[in-house]
């Protein structure tokens, strides 16, 4: 069949299965529907091969204009004559078994896959007229419409039914599922929380820049709750989104191979006991590695306070936080590299593991203490109308050291827990969670 | 009870056992409609829903073939087993058989300590 025909049959089963046009008025209407394509066809190729080549500017505007009016004309026509051409036949005859079964069968066509819709259609009219027949046989006389539409409605929604032919029926199989729900629920916490540490700290941020007078105070446009939840509810779309159209297409790819591609020699080498795959390990020896770098490099100050910079020094407490913090860089990177090197040594990383929170905890702790000693401001720098910042830069300092000890303490405890509730059901267990 | 774990262990286990009546029962010819209540009468009742689109998957699979034919001035789609398909049948039934007697073995084996003092014949 050809593609034009194909799609007009397809529209002519959907207008049907909508209740547009009745199934009785349906070749009438096809037919006038033809006509009128036809004549329309002929109306704009005969306009534009002898006009077109000589009209120009406002001319040639007109006419695709004219041609826009007469396409809505044309299918305000063809709905509006499908409309009467239904009321006519509803009036001059009820629904029947036949027009409902028609109508059933329309339905389920229009959401069946091109090309296999006529002898799908085909097949089940077949097996549903011989199971009205078998029923009219069984009480010895036609079927009422109200027999022939329980009948229909057994088998189900159209959608469901057409449903069942199509040649797939996920986006996302079994065997990619767990790794997609595992990425999903993680880029969707991260991006809530990144979000909503932007749009609470860059506020904060402009009010205390424009209290210590280093920028003129202006009101944001659409600043209120409901710009904060919608963009946030945008922000979780288009990560869910991404996420999934990403998992789709691994899918597509990785799907089937995925359940015969692996050896166990695989398994092992992927993740280290502790259950923290390799290549995590592998990041945190990269990343920190750049960042102690980093620190080596900008010795006086941190590189990244971006434009403040111009406006901070570092304080008296400043070359201790310095030291501390590359010393617990330097044990982050010597625990990857024993996890990478050595994955067996567990109860080393657990030691590790204790060390370094209770080494973070007490640099926290130790910063929050020297809080107002950690930067002092460049009054020579500062505007003169910015005699407020010294305090701001303080406050900042402090609360910010409080809201990182805090933050910190939370999630220690929070991954701590596990730990805490084997080792409190089952102190055995938890000897062999670390010896294993 | 739960119900619905029920249903679908129900039709977890049912599953693998249509395709096997389907391909036995389409060893003589039968259209759609005749075909499920053929297998209905035999107390092996299908949903149209699954039964219709299974016929074109295994034909698809290539072990049914189809005709279209007329019976009673109606064109109807006529589905029989393909010799592949007998093939796989007689090889699906050695299975059937095998995965019967040892499941009878199994839930016999289970019984026994149960029937010596419930007595004979209750869960037959």
């Known amino acids: 069949m050809k593609p034009a025909s194909s799609l007009f049959a397809r529209y002519l089963r959907f207008v049907e299965s909508r209740g547009w046009v009745a199934a009785e008025a349906l070749p009438l209407f096809s037919r006038g529907l033809r006509a009128m394509l036809w004549t329309l066809a002929a109306i704009f190729v005969g306009l534009y091969a002898f006009a077109g080549p000589f009209v120009r500017g406002e001319a040639l505007r007109a006419i695709l204009l004219v041609t826009l009016w007469w396409t809505f004309l044309f299918f305000a026509w063809a709905l509006g004559l499908g409309a009467l051409f239904t009321l006519i036949f509803r009036l001059a005859r009820p629904a029947t078994p036949g027009t409902l079964t028609r109508k059933y069968l329309g339905a389920v066509g229009s959401y069946l896959p091109a090309g296999q819709d006529e002898d799908i259609l085909a097949e089940l009219a077949a097996n549903l007229r011989s199971e009205m027949e078998d029923r009219e046989a069984e009480l010895g006389r036609p079927l009422t419409t109200e027999e022939a539409e329980t009948i229909l409605k057994r088998h189900g929604h159209p959608m469901l039914v057409a449903g069942r032919y199509l040649p797939r029926q996920h986006l996302i199989g079994p065997a990619v599922f767990p790794f997609y729900w595992f990425t999903l629920k993680t880029f969707l916490w991260i991006a809530a929380l990144v979000y909503v540490v932007a749009a609470v700290s860059v506020p904060f941020i402009q009010s205390m820049v424009q209290i210590a007078g280093l920028q003129a105070p202006h009101q944001e446009p659409g600043s209120g709750a409901w710009p904060f939840l919608l963009i946030g509810a945008v922000v979780l779309l288009a990560v869910f989104g991404a996420v999934t159209l990403v998992f789709a297409v691994l899918e597509n790819f990785l799907g089937r191979s995925l359940a015969k591609n692996w050896t166990v020699k695989d398994l092992s080498t992927a993740t280290t006991p502790h259950g923290k795959p390799r290549w995590e390990w592998m990041v945190t020896l990269v990343a920190t590695g750049l960042f102690a770098a980093c620190w080596l490099v900008f010795p006086n100050f941190p590189w990244n306070l971006g434009p403040a910079g111009q406006y901070l020094l570092p304080g008296a407490a400043w070359p201790s936080v310095r030291i501390a913090m590359l010393l617990l860089m330097a044990a982050a990177m010597v625990e990857a590299g024993v996890h990478l090197a050595r994955p067996e040594w567990t109860q080393l990383s657990t030691v590790f593991l204790v060390a370094q929170r209770a080494a973070g905890l007490a640099l926290l702790g130790y910063l929050f203490h020297a809080s107002d000693s950690l930067v002092v401001v460049n009054l020579a720098r500062v505007p003169a109308t910015s005699h407020g910042l010294p305090q701001i830069v303080g406050q900042c300092t402090y609360y910010g050291s409080l809201m990182a000890l805090l933050i910190a303490g939370m999630i220690d405890l929070f991954q701590s827990l596990p730990y805490l509730r084997r080792w409190l059901v089952s102190p055995r267990a938890t000897a062999r969670l670390f010896t294993v | ?124």
């Open chain 2, 1 to 124: 009870m739960n119900v619905e774990l029920f249903e679908n262990l129900r039709l977890e286990l049912r599953r693998g056992c249509l395709i096997l009546a389907v391909l036995a029962e389409l060893r003589t010819e039968h259209y759609g409609y005749v075909l499920r209540k053929s297998l209905a009468d035999r107390g092996m009742a299908i949903d149209e829903n699954t039964l219709y689109p299974l016929l074109r998957r295994l034909e698809t699979q290539g072990l049914l073939v189809s005709q279209w034919r007329e019976e009673e001035k109606r064109n109807k789609r006529f589905y029989r087993l393909s010799p592949e398909g007998e093939a796989i049948l007689s090889q699906l039934l050695e299975e059937w058989t095998g995965i019967n007697s040892s499941l009878n073995r199994i839930i016999e084996g289970d019984n026994l300590p149960q029937s010596s003092h419930a007595g004979n014949g209750e869960n037959s």
